[in-house]
């Protein structure tokens, strides 16, 4: 990325930024604006009904146990597009973690009372942009295109393939794997990344924070080891 000036890779050789990666400057908030549109941070008491709720260890156990069940998908849509596999957990988790109740329901989901819809928050937007529905659908399509949002598999598959397809927006090689320890550049694509999918300005720094989470971390990249036979 540019130093301090759009996110977009504008160069074979960009410079390293510096200060925080979900640190943006006014010229890279008036780009994105621009760009993708964004909405500003989420309010004090959202912020802090947010931390709230991700004080409950309850509801942590019951998010970790969807993503366990989502890893697999996570892992092959991942190294299928070459994103980063925590990028998707991170943000994964944290939209799990905060949905409203019932809008898995499918006559809720069809009611056309939540815009996003999934594990991932994703609307029929993204299926538009991904070629995967019409810019006027007919209600049969928009109907279908709902099923799949509300299919947690497909939805994974659509979320990686946000990313991947704003990595590109951004100049990215679409095999660059973006790391946020490797390098500030990437530390910054990722945070552009995560605030491109959810459009508050505070929301790059909780998908970072949940990205470095031991348990999250553990959860992507362990492996289950069949028990070992005969007498311990």
């Given at each position: 990325m540019a130093e301090r000036s759009?996110?977009?890779?504008?160069?074979?050789?960009p410079r390293e930024p510096y200060g925080q990666p979900t640190d943006f400057s006014a010229e890279e908030l008036a780009f994105l604006q621009r760009r993708f549109g964004v909405h500003g941070p989420q309010t004090p008491l959202a912020q802090l009904f947010t931390r709230g709720m991700d004080q409950l260890e309850p509801l942590r156990l019951n998010t970790l146990q969807r993503l366990q069940e989502l890893k697999p998908v996570i892992l092959?849509?991942?190294?299928r597009q070459h994103v980063n596999p925590m990028l998707i957990a991170g943000i994964l988790y944290d939209e799990i973690q905060h949905s409203k109740p019932g809008e898995d329901l499918p006559f809720v989901a069809h009611s056309g009372l939540f815009s996003t819809l999934g594990p991932a928050q994703l609307g029929l937007s993204e299926?538009?942009?991904q070629g995967r529905l019409p810019r006027n659908p007919t209600d049969a399509q928009i109907s279908k295109a709902r099923e799949t949002l509300l299919n947690p598999a497909s939805n994974v598959q659509l979320l990686v393939g946000k990313m991947?397809?704003?990595?590109?927006?951004?100049g990215f090689a679409e095999e660059r794997m973006l790391m946020a320890s490797r390098s500030a550049i990437d530390a910054k694509a990722i945070a552009t990344l995560a605030y491109l999918h959810n459009g508050k300005l505070d929301y790059p720094a909780r998908i970072l924070r949940y990205m470095?989470?031991?348990a999250l971390h553990?959860?992507?990249?362990s492996t289950q080891r069949a028990p070992e036979s005969g007498l311990i």
């Open positions: 759009t996110p977009a890779a504008a160069s074979d050789q092959l849509e991942a190294h299926l538009m942009h991947a397809r704003l990595k590109a927006e951004l470095q989470d031991p553990g959860l992507i990249y």
